[in-house]
């Protein structure tokens, strides 16, 4: 590739915005259309979308930068233009090319890998203006960085293990090469600048899994893939100190998992590069995850090791309650600070088939409290002597209240094109359905420590909550999501005061652990909890973007006499 100076980047980009006329490959002239297709959107892996994309866009973002720190004339306007252009054209060749070799390295390896492009989102529009029409054949936003994902065709790990196959080992080693010798493929007068940006590019391995057994399980089973994987990386040419790795375990689905075609896709490891540290953190800000694939928790964590793709011959006799991997293996437990004490008690009582006063019994309708209908009998948590505690409110089924948070959007100006961080607004039903899904911290391979961060949501660095239901006090301490993700930076400890008077210095009658989701929508947060003992089953307090110390739309479902309520809950933050 040759040097591209502003000027000759200008003339490119005005070039490629112009070339209505083009030609196609069979040598015939293309209508506006197709040329477009051909030149931001082609669907052949060496194409130059990343690089024409990159120029136009870098143009762009150059122009109005200038123009909002002064302008400076038609020349400082132009030069802007130019640099910009000359930016998104370099990033972008270096991605096209990328594209272009780790299709060969598919190819050669049989591997099942799939290529997207993460991008800068567009502007938002102002405020009370008209919606553009939509137009598929404009150019999209500049690309900053490539996600490569590659599913586990059961021959990559060995069930149960972190290490790779000596099949997987020579794959993805050929894939790191291909990512370090970018630089050596430039022309004599690109490889400075080509090495400089391999070394601010980040690269970010991360493990997925399925959502079969233990949460935490399949969270550092995926940790423990990912950095093998990141290992490999080092080993290729890349400093440790550019490479990241995380067990995002069964937190970001690209596929539903009711089904075994979906758990299959599920189970992969994504390569994510993007071109500088503020692109990655900015990445790992705006992730949000596809909610529309998770499915209930009963029958996740009870399910027989036997339905899964990779485990067809297991008796279907012999279910098992603690599964560890994302394909199904057996494996030891084992204990980590942002695990609850008692999850495992917590979903086994949360498995158990409860009576719902006044709820019609047909299988549809029972389906919505937990779908305990295919999961092995389990053992219920201790008795309680708060069990009969009344919170209030009507049976979980006879007028469920949905949880509200609006879309969850994408955040930080970016725009992540991947079923895995897809936005979307898929209703949220009652925390009663739903478990703790743990994903474990990034991590620096360097180091192996996790990403530090202070940068806490509205509401959640480290507060404290409180609220009365129905003449008792309940309350958390501990709530912690980080702007990260909305990550969970940690496990709240619950607190219930029975007939509480204000004022009062009471010791509680009832402290205990828990586990907690965060899911960040257009309008509010939702905190979703879950006690390891006690009547209270889990809360969904919803805590407003704009009015971040009253969650007054919360709700709480408890267990009472057999049977699961859900009552309305109104705390607000401590000061």
């Known amino acids: 590739m040759k040097l591209l100076t502003p000027q000759r980047a200008v003339v490119i980009a005005c070039a490629l915005l112009t070339n209505g006329c083009a030609t196609g490959p069979d040598g015939q002239p293309q209508s506006l259309q197709q040329s477009f297709k051909s030149t931001f959107n082609s669907d052949d892996p060496c194409s130059n979308n990343a690089r024409n994309i990159g120029i136009v866009g870098g143009a762009v973002a150059g122009a109005v930068l200038n123009k909002a720190f002064g302008g400076g004339g038609k020349g400082a306007l132009l030069a802007s233009a130019g640099v910009g252009a000359l930016v998104g ?58 996600s490569v994902t590659v599913f586990d065709r059961g021959t990559q790990f060995v069930t149960g293990s972190g290490t790779p196959s000596p099949e997987a080992r020579a794959a993805f080693a050929d ?49 423990k893939r990912a950095q093998a994987i990141a290992t490999i990386f080092a080993q290729r040419g890349f400093d440790a100190s550019q490479i990241y790795y995380q067990g995002a375990g069964e937190t970001f689905p690209i596929a539903d998992n009711r089904t075994d075609e979906g758990r299959a896709r599920n189970r992969r490891v994504e390569i994510v590069d993007l071109s500088d540290e503020s692109t990655f953190n900015a990445f790992l800000t705006a992730r949000r995850p596809n909610l529309a694939h998770y499915r209930p928790a009963a029958i996740a964590a009870a399910e027989p090791r036997s339905t899964t793709a990779a485990a067809k011959s297991q008796p279907q006799s012999q279910p098992q309650r603690k599964i560890a991997s994302a394909d199904g293996a057996a494996g030891k437990a084992k204990s980590n600070a942002a695990t609850p004490a008692a999850q495992p008690a917590a979903a086994a009582r949360d498995a158990a088939p409860l ?73 949220l039903g009652s925390c009663q359905a739903d478990r703790p899904r743990i994903g474990n911290r990034v991590k620096s391979l360097s180091s192996g420590q996790s990403l530090k961060t202070a940068d806490y949501l509205p509401g959640t660095a480290t507060a404290s909550w409180s609220g009365k239901v129905n003449g008792h006090l309940l309350g958390m301490t501990g709530v912690a999501v980080l702007r990260d993700g909305a990550q969970p930076a940690g496990n709240p400890t619950f607190f219930i005061w029975k007939n ?32 390891a003992d006690g009547p209270v089953r889990c809360i969904d307090m919803v805590i ?32």
Request: a neutral charge; proline letters at 7%.
């Open 89 to 146: 054209g370099l990033i972008g060749a270096d991605m096209d090319q990328r594209r272009c070799e780790l299709s060969k390295v598919a190819k050669t390896h049989n591997l099942d890998l799939v290529m997207t492009d993460i991008a800068l989102a567009a502007p938002a529009p102002t405020v009370g203006a008209a919606p553009a029409a939509p137009n598929a054949d404009a150019p999209k936003a500049a690309t900053v960085g490539m």
């Open 175 to 223: 894939v790191a090469d291909h990512y370090a010798a970018s630089a050596k493929s430039q022309s004599a007068g690109d490889v400075q600048a080509a090495k400089e940006r391999t070394k601010k590019m980040r690269i970010l391995l991360v493990g997925h899994t399925d959502d079969v057994g233990s949460s935490q399980e399949n969270a550092d089973l995926s940790e």
């Open 355 to 427: 009576k719902t006063p006044g709820a019609d019994t047909s299988q549809a309708k029972v389906a919505k409290v937990a779908e305990p209908a295919k999961a092995p009998a389990l053992k219920t948590a201790k008795a309680s002597p708060l069990d009969s505690l009344d919170f209030g409110g009507k049976p979980l089924n006879a007028q469920q209240k949905s949880v509200d948070i609006g879309k969850t959007a994408h955040a930080g100006g970016f725009s992540i094109i991947s079923s895995a961080y897809a936005s979307d607004d898929t209703p």
């Open 500 to 531: 509480w008077v204000d004022g009062s210095k009471a010791a509680p009658d009832l402290k205990t652990a828990g586990g907690v989701n965060a899911y960040q929508g257009d309008k509010a947060l939702l905190y979703r909890a879950f006690f």
């Open 544 to 575: 407003p973007n704009g009015a971040p110390n009253t969650a007054p739309a919360s709700t709480l479902v408890y267990a009472r006499a057999g049977a699961l309520y859900q009552a309305d809950y109104s705390p607000t933050i401590a000061r």
